[in-house]
């Protein structure tokens, strides 16, 4: 595999013909926010956390492949506020317990958000969207999607099952079971592969949300929708 030279940052990095520049910005140590980024996932582009400057470009590191001699540029206030630009429109339309400290399965929002200097202030969503406790092994808290698609991709590249989708539009838009019914009612497997990719906590065991205080261990008895479908916006 021929090996290519990039510049990151003023530090010179060798990586393989075809990687990312986010992979490239890994190789010069530099840890960019990827939000709908998983390494064993076809990257989409979709969030704009990762955006770095590349010969004078503006561009998503995770779906530009580096080129031999490209100069990329992560540092920098403009570069760092159009970044939090990005991840402050996403997290706008959580609400606030979105980014409270432990939360089950949020952790890497979390640490993006204190990355970007994004305080809690910054999740104002009304929430209302409804859970799903219907899966012994997936607990669905539609607040907390953040539309980023990793669940899915993780499903259907990884698993080859194809159960869940995204449903809805815009700010509405949420995972959901392909069926369109509850997530017991689905073709899904249990792999625990979208709970182990999801970066905001929406998806969790349901263990996890019984620690959080999500679930009563006599199943979900609140006013958040047991098992209701998804895609409410639509
Ligand atoms: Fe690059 Fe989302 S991680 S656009």
Redesign the pocket.
Known sequence: MTRIRVEVDGTAVTVEEGASL?AAARAAGVGLP????DDRLTPV??????LVGADGRTV????TPAADGMRVETGGEELRGLRRDAVELIVSALPPRALTPGLPGGQELARVCGELGIGPGAARGAGGRGRDDSHPYVHLDRDLCIACGRCVRMCAEVQGTFAITMSGRGAETVVAPGTGGAWADSDCVACGGCVDTCPSGALTEPGQALAAGLLTAAGDTGTAGTGQAAGTGQ
């Open positions: 986010l990827a939000l709908c980024h582009g979709s969030c704009r956390a990762c998503a590191a995770c779906v």
